[in-house]
């Protein structure tokens, strides 16, 4: 990693799967930072269309391009990004996501002002090319959005969208690297071993676009959600106590929730039914909270 400075390298690392149509905004909003003194690690999974030449035609040395020659999953690319990382501070871009001008610089100073793991912030959802009205914040469960100790909250719900986070490189250790366990969770997965390492910090100016596709779910990804959220409960399970059961009864009920809409799926309806009878008589109030969640 770079030595320390007034002014040090942040990395953004830009991981990329045939991504040319979004690309070239998400790549010119980089570029466009307030805060300068960026890496941008592109690191191109095998892709067969333009999104390399795409990257190629900005022609900004701040900007290198690493081509892997085979599709890996994406916790492996981005591990193998991470290891070519020289900043002090880290964040992730997709490839049809795109940031405010502000977003790395009004993080950096927000890190050093809080010394937390990570920084995350609010943000707007896209559907497609139109920009909603909707924030991150209007679709979490959890209110206000929690800074501090995260860990309950977290377990509750993933409430912190990827795009928004900035983690602090020295203070992630080992942890910044992904588990090979996971490939739709990875995510989760990540945030829950940062907050047991350090404190979050949260920035409510929406400074991140996430972009929604109408890409339905397919019945094998609604399977490997739900045994992932498993996993991530038998995996973090051990951290439960008097003071947080109630937090790991939400992730439960949030399994059988998933299960319902694998149910749906299917067209199981009197699966449906039984689960959503069982998540009510467990938690009365829980419908309740779902629906004051904004739609997208």
């Known amino acids: 990693m770079s030595e320390k400075r007034e002014f040090p390298i942040i990395s953004v690392i830009v991981n990329c799967y045939n991504g040319q149509e979004y690309l070239e905004e998400s790549i010119a909003s980089l570029l466009r930072q307030s805060y300068k003194n960026i890496e941008v690690i592109f690191w191109d999974n ?78 707007f959802y896209v559907k497609k090319k139109l920009l909603t009205d909707v924030k991150f914040s209007q679709n979490s469960i959890i209110s206000p959005m929690p800074e501090g100790k995260v860990f309950n909250h977290l377990i509750k719900q993933n409430f912190i969208n990827w795009q928004s986070v900035m983690f602090d490189v020295n203070k992630m250790g080992d942890d910044l690297y992904f588990s090979s366990e996971y490939s739709f969770s990875e995510d989760y997965e990540i945030l829950l071993r940062a907050s047991l390492r350090g404190e979050f910090s949260y920035i409510d100016k929406p400074i991140t676009y996430y972009r929604i596709h109408d890409n339905s779910i397919t019945q094998t990804k609604y399977n490997l959600r739900v045994k992932e959220t498993i996993q991530i409960y038998n995996q973090f399970k051990q951290y439960q106590d008097s003071s947080n059961k109630k937090y790991f009864k939400y992730l439960a009920l949030n399994i059988d929730y998933q299960k319902i809409q694998m149910d749906l799926n299917r067209r199981k309806y009197l699966n449906v039914f039984y689960r959503a009878v069982k998540i009510i008589m467990a938690k009365p109030g829980i419908i309740l909270t779902f629906l004051k969640r904004k739609k997208i």
């Open 46 to 123: 095998a892709s067969t269309d333009r999104s390399v030449d795409i990257v190629k035609s900005f022609n900004d040395s701040r900007i290198r391009i690493y081509e892997n020659k085979t599709n890996v999953t994406l916790g492996e690319a981005r591990n193998l990004a991470i290891k070519h990382i020289k900043g002090l501070y880290l964040c992730f871009l997709d490839v049809d996501d795109f940031w405010d001008e502000s977003k790395i610089e009004s993080q950096y100073k927000n890190m050093l002002t809080t010394k937390s793991i990570v920084s995350y912030s609010n943000g």
